[in-house]
């Protein structure tokens, strides 16, 4: 079955970077595109990008260009982004899921805490 | 970017009713719209896609229907485990875009 492991909370300074990571199986992953959203605490869903595995091929939310980037590692199934000059408003779940237009699977989400 | 307004913002039912639950998009999205359930610290769930698909594995009490710019997500015989936060989606225009949520609770 799919499956989509995310890697662990962060907690990271203002103005710093961070890179989380999104494992995947169960799927061909260079066959679908994997999108991020972002779900800021009790608030809705935001859809950062998507990059297509095979050709490395991203799109991105017009919001979050400059601030995230979205790279995979075809060799270990693995999606990641890394946010950089992280802020307060940067404090969020980060969700990994495959799809085209709709998403029937998601990680299990990558808590990411921006504080001094 | 295409804004999805959702109605109600919250609302409760009774075990057994019948809900609605509706999406505005602010253009077409022929319908390139999806619906997820969100419980409280979990991943959201795929509910309906394409408007109208129910997605393998949910329980036929959900539905969804629309065309265009208007679209709903019915729960019939409204059972305890569908409380929730519930979201729209379309998948027609980059970025794709999600409503504000509407939660669901039994009264």
């Known amino acids: 079955q799919v499956k989509l492991l995310q890697s662990g909370a962060a907690l990271v300074k203002p103005g710093a970077s961070v890179k989380m990571s999104c494992k995947a199986s169960g799927y061909t992953f260079t066959d679908y595109w994997v999108s991020w959203v972002k779900q800021s605490h009790g608030k809705s869903l935001e859809w950062i990008g998507e990059i297509y595995p095979n050709s490395g091929a991203t799109n991105f939310n017009e919001k979050f260009k400059g601030k995230a980037t979205l790279t995979v590692d075809k060799s270990t199934s693995t999606a990641y982004m890394e946010l950089s000059r992280l802020t307060s408003e940067d404090s969020a779940i980060y969700y990994c899921?495959?799809?085209?237009?709709?998403?029937?699977?998601w990680g299990q989400g990558t808590l990411v805490t921006v504080s001094s | 970017d295409i804004q999805m307004t959702q109605s109600p913002h919250s609302l409760s039912a009774s075990l057994g009713e019948t809900v609605s639950i509706e999406c505005l998009a602010s253009?077409?999205?022929?319908?390139?719209l999806a619906w997820y359930q969100q419980k409280p610290g979990k991943s959201p769930q795929l509910l309906i896609y394409?408007?109208?698909s129910l997605q393998d594995g949910v329980p036929s009490r959900f539905s969804g229907s629309g065309s265009g710019t208007q679209y709903s997500l019915k729960i019939s015989n409204m059972q305890p485990e569908d409380e929730g936060v519930y979201y729209c989606?379309?998948?027609?225009?980059?970025?794709?875009?999600f409503g504000s949520g509407t939660k669901l609770e039994i009264k």
């Open positions: 989606q379309q998948g027609y225009k980059y970025p794709f875009t």
């Open positions: 253009e077409g999205i022929s319908n390139y």
């Open positions: 899921t495959p799809g085209v237009g709709w998403f029937a699977y």
């Open positions: 394409y408007a109208s």
